[in-house]
Each structure stands twice: as structure tokens, then as C-alpha cells.
């Protein structure tokens, strides 16, 4: 008796949550744009406005890109350490080099710099998405 007492059922809490229009198609939108490929999930973008436009992000990645090649070329084992970060992605697929510039309504320049831990002599490459644009 003890035990029932504190399941959330007798509590009066339902165990299978509600969903809002939101939820409902979020689930909507995974079922409709998740694929397996290679063995890896491929699953499109949930935009809340499948209209939406982005604000041109280039210029701002462009001056911290400049920023960052100025310290590269100042300090050639941080630069070195930084290839093998970005090398390390690549060969992985988890980033790809893009080929074709052509730019549409939802791209975005992602700003990106490296963090040294000198504790462990590691460089670690930090994605800047609270950037401001």
C-alpha cells in the first residue's frame, strides 16, 4: 500500500504526456524527413516558418574567419592544431566542405574558434550559435 502511494498514477498524474500542435508536428515533420543513409539518421530541419528568411550571417563569419587567420598565422602550432581539428571532422562526416556557394534562403555562416586546454594540451574547436549577426 505503502509503494502504490508513491507511484505518480495514484497521484492522479497521467503517465502519457500531452501534445500540443507543436509537438504533433514536430512528429509530423521527423516522420516525413527521417532517413537512414549509410547507417546514419538524416533528419531535415523543424522550422517553426518553413518560409522563413535568415539574416546574411557572412559578413560577421568572414571578419572572425580574418580574426582567426591572423592568430593562425602568428602561432604555427595553433594553427597546425587547428587543421587537425578540422581534418579530424572531415574525415569523420561530421562536417563537409561545400562546393557549391549558391546561397538560399536558410543559409548560415557558422563562426567557429579554438579553445586550448592546457591541462590536457588539447585544442578544442568551439561553434560560436549565439554569435550575433
Keep these: 500500500m505503502v509503494k502504490k502511494s508513491f507511484t505518480i498514477e495514484f497521484m492522479g498524474i497521467s503517465g502519457t504526456p500531452r501534445q500540443n500542435a507543436d509537438d504533433l508536428r514536430a512528429l509530423e515533420h521527423l516522420e516525413q524527413t527521417a532517413k537512414l543513409i549509410d547507417g546514419q539518421w538524416h533528419v531535415g530541419l523543424p522550422w517553426k516558418d518553413s ?78 550559435t549565439a554569435a550575433k549577426t
Aim: glycine share 2%; charged share 35%; net charge positive.
Design 51 to 128: 518560409l522563413c528568411k535568415m539574416p546574411d550571417s557572412e559578413r560577421t563569419a568572414r571578419i572572425r574567419l580574418r580574426n582567426l587567420e591572423r592568430k593562425m598565422s602568428c602561432n604555427t602550432q595553433y594553427a597546425q592544431r587547428y587543421r587537425d581539428r578540422i581534418k579530424h571532422l572531415l574525415d569523420n562526416n561530421f562536417a563537409k566542405e561545400i562546393f557549391d556557394k549558391t546561397k538560399v534562403n536558410k543559409t548560415w555562416y557558422l563562426p567557429h574558434f579554438g579553445v586550448d586546454n592546457p591541462n590536457k594540451n588539447k585544442l578544442r574547436l568551439v561553434f560560436d
